[in-house]
């Protein structure tokens, strides 16, 4: 899969557009048996925040099948993999849901959310996932977005008996993230003029870490209202609770 090398300019080229489609590509497929209706099937009465996330397996298995076919990435030791994947997921899974939902929040959500954890965690959640309407036009932006957001190096959301782990390639991984980044740059300047362009960023950049801290309260919600041997390996896995 090529890969264009020229930073320079803010024209994307044939290889840069290759790219951009086989990222589209690799995305699309790998979410073909999402069930947009699985949060229809839960009880208000007797489905828990347990179920849900046990079925959270999921998306993120389809996320992290996309991220396997992902040049760069797919290229990492599978240390590094697993490192990135637990500090990075659990916020970019609203990306992907997102997506798969095509920008449509289903209502009954907030209703399983306001009793599993509160209303007002809702809608701060809803407010923040909506933000990133101003993308519907292009969801190309948000599939290419995960790239660099997932490259990123900050292991401080580890548990505390795992902060000694290091990354072994992190000159490797921030090389890609900087291609990705450079990337998404040149398409949004594409779609956007630079006004817009900037505006995205922005969005980008602070409704995930709206999202980071959303996630930091449902996980302190969940070690306290939970019990770990209760989820699912994968589950346990991406919410560090192993």
């Known amino acids: 899969m090529p890969m264009s090398t020229n930073f320079s300019s803010l024209d994307l080229t044939l290889d840069d557009w290759s790219l951009i489609n086989n990222i589209t590509h690799a995305y699309d497929i790998c979410g073909l048996n999402y069930d947009k209706t699985r949060i229809n099937n839960y009880s208000l009465t007797d489905s828990t925040l347990t179920d849900f996330l046990n079925d959270e397996q999921q998306m993120y298995r389809s996320l992290i099948l996309f991220y396997n076919q992902i040049p760069g990435f797919k290229q990492l030791n599978i240390e590094d993999k697993i490192l990135l994947i637990k500090c990075n997921i659990t916020h970019l899974i609203h990306l992907h849901h997102i997506l798969k939902d095509n920008f449509i929040e289903n209502p009954k959500i907030g209703l399983h959310m306001s009793k599993w954890i509160d ?40 548990p505390f008996d795992q902060l000694s782990l290091e990354l072994n390639d992190k000159n490797l991984i921030i090389q890609y993230q900087s291609l990705y980044i450079t990337l998404l740059w040149k398409y949004l300047n594409v779609i956007y003029d630079e006004k817009d362009a900037i505006k995205a960023v922005q969005i980008l950049i602070f409704q995930l870490l709206r999202y980071q801290l959303l996630m930091y309260e449902m996980e302190n919600i969940i070690k306290k209202q939970t019990n770990s041997n209760q989820f699912n390996p994968l589950t346990k896995s991406v919410l560090r609770l192993n």
């Open 119 to 158: 209303s007002d965690f809702h809608k701060q959640m809803s407010k923040t996932r909506h933000s990133y309407d101003y993308f519907i036009e292009y969801p190309i932006v948000l599939k290419l977005a995960l790239i660099p957001l997932m490259l990123t190096i900050n292991l401080s959301r580890l």
